[in-house]
């Protein structure tokens, strides 16, 4: 059974599967759905196509055409009932069972599910900005928006984003129906050219209306010049010239162009030619296509100008219908019908188009192209020699804007498509993005408008690519990390969405006017799409973002302070990988002839450093330039679909500015996503053979600069780099004998910008500080880069254990610190360290006998750069201030709270529905806010996990409050009052609770004895304090393997 035929009966198992599901399995579901007043018929009927007579066959449809979807493709679909409702982005959180529900129906028949860590249904519409300011009920938040903005349109929509302006749903919705449909109508300019079929009764019509209007002697000159190309192919020009021998209308010139043959061809021609006076022979020296047909045009003296390749044949009425048609009709510009023989078996290229088709791609075939002189004329009359492939594309476009081409109905032309040794073979297919962005872009226009642009403005230049979730991901951290006060814009380019993702960027334009919309029916790919997006921007300044990466907050500013030394003509965003470390930090050159490496690809960010960085070549994902900078090197090369187009660009530019310097900005950070990353990226085939027919002769030599930098040594050898590190000491330590140890600190935060909130994050950043200053080599992973592979340059692994197991490597110096969930920690998975801490001293003294390994006390830490009583007036703040995540929970401590009456203050994400709208703060306060907030509160609410409280694991929330000078009512954890001196209090009961929220200064130490705790918690539990013992044991566990 071939693949195919298995993949087709996949789809259609899943099709019966997935309509059992939606017409049986959930009746009440899709009655919900109904009920629940999401069904846009409109929408529905945009996206689909189909215009369904009410709402619940609208419902059953889209139940099944998702459940459809994810069967296949273990993902749901970009669409839905609802043009605010996009399950593809909801479906990470929905989708864990083996059939899950529609995330649309399990959407309605909750209430609403907040999607972490996306904050609503779609980027649209934000459940978390909806709630703040309504009390949460039964019905799902999107569903009370709709009910709402049908009774006020003027009801704001509540965005993911900030944006400059309200935006109201009835504008964003016609905008979002009409994009949709514009895609569904522009399916049409990207419908596939050939056909298994053709109307033959048509055709036979055609040929015989022409064949009964014989055409007049063409007089002085022939009726029609015939231009072929040809290159090493003896037998096959024969054949071809033959055939046009053998046409019905003998008033005919043919200029045959050998391009450089290098076996009898040129010998076979001119001996044809010299028994028949209408052909002549030229010759070129391997010039290629467009060099060779314009050497035929040159003495080209027809009325109009034909052409043919050596490997296809006319058919004998070709030339006498095409000409009649022509005179009779008038046409300048017509093409016939072509036959097509090649493995696939017979096919017709048998299209009518115009030049919006031709903007899109080809349909007319060179061979069957006939065009009055006068009108090549216009056109230039010449081939555009600077390309290698689809020339015949750029001449059809340039003649469409003179005259639209038209289909004479009928087969004239017998193609052969086994595409060996033909002149254009050994170029690539890439040349079809050249030839769309010269008759797309104005390069001369965009130059010339330079110096108009607007002073100061920043445009990003964002192609979209067809991932629905990434894209609208990507786009959303492009909104949220733009200063809110800076000049911007940016211009997406829609590379030919479905309509769904089509409707979705159209309705952010609309909500939005920062976002500049350019839509294509085609994906373009990325080269050409930040070519359009130029094109259309107005900023002094351009920032190229790729579609699959997602930029993390701060990103901007590093940027334009790079742009500001005049000397750095572009400067590159840190790109880093799904996992945290780093995917390029430029690339670095291995030699001529062989590919470019990414610098220190699989380390952490951290050996990258934190200052500008000179690099030999830029690596897409994120890169900043002056406009009139890219305008002059015309951009991106269009040619490159599947990577390097940074390489080269790269090369570009220092070829025009020698002395100009591109830069990795390590404080901008963009991280590729995976998935979109494996779909194409570096490595493709086609996109490795431009770059080295482009540049591989002149490519540099190796340079371990970008490596040494980092304190590694690199060399290099048949383009394959080796990095290698020894163990450094420093002046600081030296003095002490403690060796200067690289350590890589494991948490388990994800990465990306999700992970970044987490308080292991925090954790392990002011540790790793700390440990810094004692003069070591820190680094962090987390949880996707716990196998990193870089690791084995690591000399002591770090483990801060919280949800996430790592397993120690043979030979590592591993160190576990348990700071919670510790019923997460099995007795086999102590043994596999040297050494064990716990965040708890009733466990630690439990643990010690348990097992043969080291277990210590080593309780969570503060800085007292950051929490201090100095940072504000106590009693100043929040009367009972609580900060964190609703954990999707009724906490404990907050729902006591809310019992007793206490008038709350909670700071923190994913509260909306669960709390009262007036105790909600805000969903994020910021962690540099946190001292002063702490000290200026009459009182700190803290909870514990269940096991945490059970095994006495202290929080860290404890030792930043009681630092910063804050009294903390906590639940009772055992240990507390030992650690804490009566600063942290835990209660028993809703009315304990409220008692000493009501009068913190009875219930809690005097202002001169919270001074004195918080001196000694600074003191002794300080991340110093900690990084010294760490680094004791580590400096033991050193010396003791080194003997």
């Known amino acids: 059974m071939t693949a195919r035929i298995r993949h087709a009966r996949r789809i259609a198992a899943a099709g019966r599967r997935g309509l059992r599901v939606a017409r049986s399995a959930r009746p009440g579901q899709r009655d919900a759905l109904v009920a629940s007043g999401l069904v846009d018929l409109d929408w529905c009927e945009a996206v689909t196509g189909i215009a369904q007579p009410h709402a619940r066959a609208a419902a059953t449809a889209a139940v099944h055409a998702s459940t459809r979807e994810y069967l296949l493709r273990g993902d749901f679909p970009a669409s839905s009932v609802s043009p605010l409702f996009v399950p593809a982005w909801c479906s990470r959180a929905a989708g864990r069972e083996p059939r899950p529900p529609d995330p649309t129906v399990r959407y309605v028949t909750t209430g609403g599910f907040l999607v972490r860590p996306n904050p609503g249904p779609s980027p649209l519409f934000s459940d978390v900005e909806f709630l703040r300011t309504r009390a949460g009920t039964p019905v799902p938040p999107l569903a009370r928006f709709l009910h709402e903005a049908a009774a006020d349109p003027s009801v704001p929509l509540p965005l993911s984003w900030q944006a400059p302006g309200p935006a109201t749903w009835p504008a964003v919705r016609t905008a979002m129906i009409a994009a949709a449909r514009q895609r569904r109508t522009d399916a049409g300019l990207t419908a596939e050219r050939v056909a298994t079929t053709y109307d033959e009764d048509l055709a036979a019509t055609t040929v015989a209306r022409a064949l009964a209007r014989p055409l007049p002697p063409p007089g002085d000159r022939p009726w029609v010049s015939i231009v072929m190309p040809v290159r090493n192919r003896p037998v096959q020009v024969a054949e071809a010239i033959a055939s046009i021998q053998a046409q019905t209308l003998p008033d005919w010139e043919l200029v045959v162009v050998d391009d450089g043959s290098t076996d009898t061809t040129a010998d076979v021609v001119a001996g044809i030619a010299a028994t028949d006076p209408r052909i002549r022979l030229a010759r070129t020296a391997g010039g290629g296509v467009s060099a060779a047909r314009n050497a035929g045009l040159v003495s080209a003296r027809g009325r109009y100008v034909a052409f043919l390749d050596s490997d296809n044949t006319w058919r004998p009425q070709f030339l006498q219908v095409m000409l009649t048609t022509m005179e009779t009709d008038g046409l300048g510009v017509a093409y016939s019908g072509v036959r097509m023989h090649g493995?696939?078996?017979?096919?017709?290229?048998?299209?009518?188009?115009?030049?919006?088709?031709?903007?899109?791609?080809?349909?007319?075939?060179?061979?069957?192209?006939?065009?009055?002189?006068?009108?090549?004329?216009?056109?230039?009359?010449?081939?555009?020699?600077?390309?290698?492939?689809?020339?015949?594309?750029?001449?059809?476009?340039?003649?469409?804007?003179?005259?639209?081409?038209?289909?004479?109905?009928?087969?004239?032309?017998?193609?052969a498509e086994d595409g060996a040794d033909?002149?254009?073979?050994?170029?690539?297919?890439?040349?079809?993005?050249?030839?769309?962005?010269?008759?797309?872009?104005?390069?001369?226009?965009?130059?010339?408008?330079?110096?108009?642009?607007?002073?100061?403005?920043?445009?990003?230049?964002?192609?979209?690519?067809?991932?629905?979730?990434?894209?609208?991901?990507?786009?959303?951290?492009?909104?949220?990390?733009?200063?809110?006060?800076?000049?911007?814009?940016?211009?997406?380019?829609?590379?030919?969405?479905?309509?769904?993702?089509?409707?979705?960027?159209?309705?952010?334009?609309?909500?939005?006017?920062?976002?500049?919309?350019?839509?294509?029916?085609?994906?373009?790919?990325?080269?050409?799409?930040?070519?359009?997006?130029?094109?259309?921007?107005?900023?002094?300044?351009?920032?190229?973002?790729?579609?699959?990466?997602?930029?993390?907050?701060?990103?901007?500013?590093?940027?334009?302070?790079?742009?500001?030394?005049?000397?750095?003509?572009?400067?590159?965003?840190?790109?880093?990988?799904?996992?945290?470390?780093?995917?390029?930090?430029?690339?670095?050159?291995?030699?001529?002839?062989?590919?470019?490496?990414?610098?220190?690809?699989?380390?952490?960010?951290?050996?990258?450093?934190?200052?500008?960085?000179?690099?030999?070549?830029?690596?897409?994902?994120?890169?900043?330039?002056?406009?009139?900078?890219?305008?002059?090197v015309d951009g991106l090369e269009p040619?490159?679909?599947?990577?390097?187009?940074?390489?080269?660009?790269?090369?570009?530019?220092?070829?025009?500015?020698?002395?100009?310097?591109?830069?990795?900005?390590?404080?901008?950070?963009?991280?590729?996503?995976?998935?979109?990353?494996?779909?194409?990226?570096?490595?493709?085939?086609?996109?490795?053979?431009?770059?080295?027919?482009?540049?591989?002769?002149?490519?540099?030599?190796?340079?371990?600069?970008?490596?040494?930098?980092?304190?590694?040594?690199?060399?290099?050898?048949?383009?394959?780099?080796?990095?290698?590190?020894?163990?450094?000491?420093?002046?600081?330590?030296?003095?002490?004998?403690?060796?200067?140890?690289?350590?890589?600190?494991?948490?388990?935060?994800?990465?990306?910008?999700?992970?970044?909130?987490?308080?292991?994050?925090?954790?392990?950043?002011?540790?790793?500080?700390?440990?810094?200053?004692?003069?070591?080599?820190?680094?962090?992973?987390?949880?996707?880069?716990?196998?990193?592979?870089?690791?084995?340059?690591?000399?002591?692994?770090?483990?801060?254990?919280?949800?996430?197991?790592?397993?120690?490597?043979?030979?590592?110096?591993?160190?576990?610190?348990?700071?919670?969930?510790?019923?997460?920690?099995?007795?086999?998975?102590?043994?596999?360290?040297?050494?064990?801490?716990?965040?708890?001293?009733?466990?630690?003294?439990?643990?010690?006998?348990?097992?043969?390994?080291?277990?210590?006390?080593?309780?969570?830490?503060?800085?007292?750069?950051?929490?201090?009583?100095?940072?504000?007036?106590?009693?100043?703040?929040?009367?009972?201030?609580?900060?964190?995540?609703?954990?999707?929970?009724?906490?404990?401590?907050?729902?006591?709270?809310?019992?007793?009456?206490?008038?709350?203050?909670?700071?923190?994400?994913?509260w909306g529905g669960r709390l009262d709208p007036r105790w909600w703060k805000a969903p994020y306060l910021d962690n540099a806010a946190l001292g002063a907030a702490y000290r200026a509160a009459g009182v700190v609410l803290n909870d514990h996990w269940e096991d945490m409280a059970r095994e006495g694991f202290l929080s860290n929330r404890l030792f930043d409050a009681t630092a910063a000078g804050g009294r903390v009512i906590s639940d009772p954890v055992d240990g507390i009052d030992?650690?804490?001196?009566?600063?942290?209090?835990?209660?028993?009961?809703?009315?304990?609770?409220?008692?000493?929220?009501?009068?913190?200064?009875?219930?809690?130490?005097?202002?001169?004895?919270?001074?004195q705790i918080s001196r000694r918690i600074r003191a002794e539990h300080s991340f110093a304090a900690r990084a010294a013992r760490l680094l004791d044991v580590a400096t033991a566990l050193w010396d003791k393997r080194s003997v």
């Not at 088709?357 to 600077?386: K, M, P, Y």
């Not at 482009?694 to 490596?707: E, K, M, S, T, Y």
């Not at 992973?781 to 770090?798: A, I, K, P, Y």
């Not at 809703?990 to 001074?1011: C, G, I």
Request: aromatic share 6%.
């Open 422 to 632: 033909r002149i254009t073979g050994r170029e690539t297919f890439g040349w079809l993005w050249t030839v769309l962005g010269k008759h797309l872009i104005d390069w001369a226009a965009l130059r010339s408008g330079v110096l108009q642009r607007v002073a100061g403005r920043v445009s990003v230049l964002a192609p979209s690519i067809p991932d629905v979730r990434v894209t609208l991901r990507n786009l959303r951290a492009l909104l949220d990390t733009l200063p809110p006060t800076a000049d911007a814009e940016i211009v997406v380019v829609d590379n030919g969405s479905e309509p769904a993702l089509a409707g979705q960027l159209a309705g952010m334009a609309a909500a939005d006017p920062r976002i500049v919309l350019v839509s294509r029916p085609v994906n373009g790919h990325f080269a050409l799409g930040v070519d359009l997006a130029l094109a259309a921007s107005t900023g002094e300044y351009v920032v190229a973002v790729r579609g699959d990466v997602e930029v993390a907050p701060g990103w901007w500013p590093p940027l334009l302070d790079a742009l500001a030394d005049p000397a750095v003509v572009a400067a590159q965003a840190l790109l880093c990988d799904a996992d945290g470390t780093v995917a390029a930090a430029g690339f670095a050159f291995t030699g001529p002839d062989r590919l470019p490496v990414p610098i220190l690809a699989g380390h952490a960010t951290a050996d990258v450093g934190a200052n500008v960085v000179e690099v030999p070549a830029l690596a897409a994902g994120v890169i900043a330039m002056r406009a009139a900078d890219l305008v002059a």
């Open 978 to 1011: 030992e650690v804490f001196d009566g600063l942290v209090r835990g209660y028993r009961s809703p009315a304990e609770l409220a008692a000493w929220a009501a009068d913190p200064a009875a219930a809690f130490p005097s202002e001169a004895r919270v001074q």
């Open 343 to 415: 493995p696939a078996g017979i096919r017709y290229r048998f299209f009518t188009g115009g030049l919006d088709h031709l903007l899109v791609r080809n349909h007319v075939d060179l061979n069957a192209l006939v065009v009055r002189a006068d009108v090549l004329a216009a056109t230039g009359g010449d081939f555009d020699e600077s390309l290698r492939r689809c020339v015949d594309h750029d001449l059809v476009i340039r003649l469409a804007r003179q005259q639209q081409p038209v289909l004479v109905p009928f087969v004239g032309v017998e193609y």
């Open 639 to 910: 040619r490159f679909t599947g990577g390097w187009e940074d390489v080269d660009l790269s090369l570009r530019i220092r070829r025009r500015w020698p002395d100009r310097r591109l830069v990795v900005v390590p404080a901008a950070v963009a991280n590729r996503d995976d998935g979109a990353r494996q779909a194409g990226g570096y490595g493709h085939p086609e996109a490795t053979r431009v770059l080295l027919d482009r540049h591989g002769p002149a490519l540099p030599d190796f340079d371990p600069a970008p490596w040494q930098r980092a304190g590694f040594t690199a060399t290099c050898e048949a383009g394959v780099v080796r990095v290698d590190r020894a163990v450094r000491r420093t002046p600081a330590v030296a003095a002490a004998s403690r060796p200067s140890l690289r350590w890589a600190i494991k948490i388990a935060a994800p990465a990306g910008p999700g992970g970044d909130s987490w308080g292991d994050t925090y954790f392990a950043a002011h540790l790793a500080d700390a440990l810094r200053d004692l003069g070591q080599d820190v680094i962090v992973d987390r949880r996707q880069s716990f196998d990193r592979e870089s690791g084995q340059h690591d000399d002591v692994v770090l483990v801060i254990r919280g949800l996430v197991r790592y397993r120690p490597k043979p030979g590592q110096l591993s160190l576990l610190w348990v700071i919670s969930h510790p019923d997460l920690v099995q007795r086999s998975e102590l043994r596999e360290y040297d050494h064990v801490f716990a965040a708890s001293l009733p466990w630690a003294r439990r643990t010690a006998g348990t097992v043969a390994v080291p277990v210590e006390a080593l309780l969570q830490a503060t800085d007292p750069d950051r929490f201090h009583p100095g940072l504000a007036a106590p009693d100043s703040g929040d009367a009972v201030l609580f900060v964190g995540d609703s954990r999707d929970q009724d906490r404990r401590i907050i729902a006591d709270a809310v019992a007793a009456g206490v008038d709350l203050s909670v700071y923190g994400p994913n």
